[in-house]
């Protein structure tokens, strides 16, 4: 069993940086797909960003290509997402999310693809 704990949110002006963490509990964990999905209010959830197990691979999605960057240290089972020239349409809670599939060279983007998720940590982007 994983389970994440997502950190690192806040209240910020637009421009500024934040970086989120996705602890993970449970030895798995540097094994598995990563991605982060966020949800703003009265919006569906959407996909942001994911991680290959080993780091081989990162997609982005167009609206956060180039200001995001996803990396993970599977020695301390965290995932980070280092967030650059923040907008006001940034503004979401911010879930973490592990895929089940092991050593996978795994490029997921759905929701339905990940099989653990954190609590959610919430940025606001002030304009």
């Known amino acids: 069993q994983v389970q994440l704990v997502e950190s690192g949110g806040g209240l910020v002006q637009a421009g500024a940086s934040l970086r989120l963490s996705c602890a993970a509990s449970g030895r798995a964990f540097s094994s598995y797909p990563v991605g982060w999905f966020r949800q703003a209010p009265g919006k569906e959830r959407e996909f942001v960003t994911t991680i290959s197990w080993n780091s081989g691979n990162t997609y982005y999605a167009d609206s956060v290509k180039g200001r995001f960057t996803i990396s993970r240290d599977n020695a301390k089972n965290t995932v980070y997402l280092q967030m650059n020239s923040l907008k006001p349409e940034d503004t979401a809670v911010y879930y973490c999310?592990?895929?089940?599939?092991?050593?996978?060279?795994?490029?997921?983007?759905?929701?339905?693809?990940?099989?653990?998720w954190g609590q959610g940590t919430q940025v606001t982007v002030s304009s």
């Open positions: 999310a592990a895929a089940r599939r092991p050593f996978v060279d795994l490029i997921a983007t759905m929701w339905e693809d990940y099989d653990y």
